[in-house]
């Protein structure tokens, strides 16, 4: 995809976010509720909001990878890939956004830029995923790892990343 349409994905994208938000969301029973809850879900839809979080990351020149933990239904995911990260690896433990996500238009959209792994990252090894995406140490390109994180795992996950 050409860096002039990356916008384009954002735009695509940010259109359908709520639906898909809607049906990755737990039902309302007390169960789901629970379940959302351990989960520490948290769907981000707005535009701003999102653009942000994504210049957050920093600027994608000279990066190779984006990780981004706790995908969701795509919003954070299409704002990264919409300010030009040239590969993301969204990894997402709830199945229910998974199916979501891989419904959307985000995956045809983002073509080989985008690759979805269902999984806790808490278990996914960052050295190994890096290996798997052909990068090493002597690519010298660089690896973002960006989430909107449940503050349950953030302090997991951080220190796991920075052991890696």
């Given at each position: 995809?050409?860096?002039?349409?990356?916008?384009?994905?954002?735009?695509?994208?940010?259109?359908?976010?709520?639906?898909?938000?809607?049906?990755?969301?737990?039902?309302?029973?007390?169960?789901?509720?629970?379940?959302?809850?351990?989960?520490?879900?948290?769907?981000?839809?707005?535009?701003?909001?999102?653009?942000?979080?994504?210049?957050?990351?920093?600027?994608?020149?000279?990066?190779?990878?984006?990780?981004?933990?706790?995908?969701?239904?795509?919003?954070?995911?299409?704002?990264?890939?919409?300010?030009?990260?040239?590969r993301v690896v969204a990894?997402?433990?709830?199945?229910?956004?998974?199916?979501?996500?891989?419904?959307?238009?985000?995956?045809?959209?983002?073509?080989?830029?985008?690759?979805?792994?269902?999984?806790?990252?808490?278990?996914?090894?960052?050295?190994?995923?890096?290996?798997?995406?052909?990068?090493?140490?002597?690519?010298?390109?660089?690896?973002?790892?960006?989430?909107?994180?449940?503050?349950?795992?953030?302090?997991?996950?951080?220190?796991?990343?920075?052991?890696?």
């Amino acid at each position: 995809m050409a860096a002039s349409s990356s916008s384009d994905v954002l735009s695509a994208t940010i259109g359908a976010l709520a639906s898909v938000a809607k049906r990755a969301s737990p039902r309302a029973t007390g169960l789901a509720k629970r379940r959302a809850t351990a989960l520490g879900q948290n769907f981000l839809l707005d535009r701003g909001v999102l653009s942000k979080f994504a210049s957050a990351a920093g600027p994608m020149a000279g990066t190779s990878l984006v990780v981004e933990i706790g995908a969701g239904p795509g919003g954070l995911t299409a704002a990264l890939l919409s300010a030009g990260a040239p590969r993301v690896v969204a990894i997402e433990r709830d199945y229910e956004c998974v199916q979501a996500l891989l419904a959307s238009e985000l995956p045809a959209l983002a073509g080989d830029r985008l690759r979805i792994i269902h999984g806790d990252a808490r278990r996914v090894g960052l050295a190994e995923l890096c290996a798997e995406e052909g990068l090493a140490e002597a690519t010298g390109g660089s690896v973002k790892v960006v989430g909107n994180l449940p503050f349950s795992v953030s302090g997991v996950l951080h220190c796991l990343v920075v052991r890696e």
